[in-house]
């Protein structure tokens, strides 16, 4: 999979891509993120990539121009799935969608600034939008971070153990039971027996148990409809 990321502040995102699991994937040739700066796609002497809105009122717009010139630059290189903007009126991102995400071979985001992008930018070159979640950041960049996170690790040998991503929370919409390691005792607090037992059947439906118990708890809002529930397996 290849991202190619378009920005006007590059430097938000030169760190998270350099790190970690995202790191290895890359390393692995399994996941490829380019961070584009907007500015030299800009125009005239000043390389100029936004603009007062017309009709008045306070804050730049980005211009099409510019975006249009650095998405038919990345268009001529290669094929893409998807076109994303991310904006605070987009689709919230969820587990779902960074799973059919995965699936893509090229995706562009492009990162929305000041009061946002010029609407035929919208209209003439996206393909998905998407928000993060019901706050506003002061650009898309950490948001598309966040989705490029997300997908990323679900691509098949980006984790060491493939079946962890199987187990995240959400994936099974409930949320991950709670996890222990060494040492079984702490100050009193011990690690839950059946645990210890060896018997993966009973781990097993602990853990089912565990998540139910949690999701209700925390998130009753999942647990509506058939959330976790094939087979009707909560009552
Ligand atoms: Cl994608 N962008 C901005 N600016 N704010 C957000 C967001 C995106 N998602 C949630 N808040």
């Known amino acids: 999979m290849r991202i190619d990321i378009i920005t006007v502040v590059p430097n938000l995102l030169r760190g998270p891509f350099d790190h970690s ?12 993120v380019e961070v584009h700066d907007l500015r030299p796609y800009g125009i005239g002497n000043q390389k100029s990539i936004d603009d007062y809105a017309f009709g008045g009122g306070a804050g730049m717009v980005m211009m099409i121009e510019p975006i249009a010139n650095c998405i038919e630059t990345l268009r001529s290189q290669r094929t893409y ?41 919208r209209q003439h070159f996206i393909t998905k939008e998407i928000s993060i979640g019901d706050y506003v950041l002061s650009g898309g960049e950490l948001a598309a971070a966040v989705v490029a996170d997300a997908v990323i690790r679900l691509i098949p040998g980006v984790l060491n153990d493939e079946t962890s991503a199987l187990t995240d929370s959400f994936q099974d ?32 439906n602990w853990r ?28």
Do not use: W
């Open 21 to 32: 699991i995202l790191k290895r994937a890359e390393q692995k040739g399994l996941a490829k």
């Open 81 to 121: 799935d998807e076109v994303i903007y991310m904006t605070p009126d987009g689709e919230t991102f969820c587990q779902p969608v960074a799973n059919a995400l995965s699936l893509k071979e090229n995706l562009i985001i492009l990162c929305g600034h000041y009061k946002g992008v010029d609407e035929r930018v």
């Open 173 to 204: 919409g409930l949320l991950a039971p709670p996890v222990y390691t060494r040492p079984a005792e702490y100050h009193g607090m011990k690690v839950p027996e059946v645990l210890l037992s060896g018997h993966a059947a009973k781990i097993e």
């Open 208 to 235: 089912f148990e565990e998540s139910v118990r949690r999701t209700r708890q925390r998130r009753p809002d999942l647990m509506g409809s058939s959330a976790g529930n094939e087979g009707g397996k909560i009552d």
